[in-house]
């Protein structure tokens, strides 16, 4: 079957611009998260959705970043006013359950986003 | 806050050697363990984790790990490393009585086999 799939899958946007990156999960999958892979520096866990809940923020590194998901499936990342530390890859990941230890999770490609 | 420490970010590897890649984490109660793979252009794979039970997991494409409390790690090894394995591995812990759901990662450790 289709796994998680992200759009675009490179973005090159100038310094201050707005930039929206997308995530479509696995059919069925309850549980969305949104990484940050910089260079060098792994995985940094930004936003976490699960069903209905109110989304964990946690990991969203200012007030430019948020993020949304709609009707449960479709989700958005909205970077306002983009700076070059910005610029990494924006990986997006989707699991069937709430449970790290139970339900595994499925990455998708990521989107690489450049900020000139 | 849990935090992974891989402790090389590059390992070179003659092909058919075998390889340990080392991981540890900041001490916890209880924790999951994992270690994910990502190939050239493509996204994370899960290749083994580490739940609960026998503290040697097997994984996939030959890979295991050793889950060792006491000196909080979780090392991967393989006896045999192939040129297709070529990637860059991550470690990753998830506090369990957060249950928040979290998977802190460290930075990777890239493995270049040479012929």
């Known amino acids: 079957g289709a796994g998680v799939s992200q759009s675009p899958s490179n973005k090159v946007t100038e310094k201050g611009k707005d930039v929206e990156l997308r995530c479509d999960p696995i059919?069925?999958?309850?549980?969305l998260y949104w990484y940050r892979q910089s260079l060098g520096q792994g995985l940094e866990f930004l936003i976490y959705?699960?069903?209905?809940?109110?989304?964990?923020k946690s990991g969203l590194p200012s007030d430019r970043f948020s993020a949304e998901r709609t009707g449960g499936s479709v989700s958005t990342l909205t970077i306002q006013r983009t700076q070059q530390e910005d610029s990494a890859v924006y990986l997006c990941?989707?699991?069937?359950?709430?449970?790290?230890?139970?339900?595994?999770?499925?990455f998708g490609p990521g989107t690489r986003l450049t900020v000139t | 806050a849990q935090s992974v420490t891989q402790l090389d970010s590059q390992v070179p590897v003659f092909e058919e050697a075998p390889v340990e890649l080392r991981c540890n984490y900041s001490?916890?109660?209880?924790?999951?363990l994992f270690w994910y793979v990502q190939y050239p252009n493509q996204g994370l794979q899960l290749l083994l984790k580490?739940?609960?039970?026998?503290?040697l997991v097997k994984g996939i494409n030959g890979f295991e790990a050793e889950f060792n409390k006491s000196q909080t790690s979780f090392h991967l090894r393989k006896p045999s490393v192939h040129i297709s394995d070529t990637a860059e591995y991550f470690c990753?812990?998830?506090?369990?009585?957060?249950?928040?759901?979290?998977?802190?990662f460290g930075k990777g450790t890239r493995l270049h086999i040479l012929p």
């Open positions: 990753a812990v998830s506090d369990q009585l957060r249950g928040d759901d979290k998977i802190i």
């Open positions: 959705f699960q069903g209905n809940s109110a989304p964990d």
């Open positions: 580490y739940l609960s039970g026998s503290t």
């Open positions: 001490s916890s109660v209880s924790v999951y």
């Open positions: 059919s069925g999958h309850t549980a």
């Open positions: 990941a989707s699991s069937i359950g709430r449970g790290v230890g139970s339900y595994e999770q499925y």
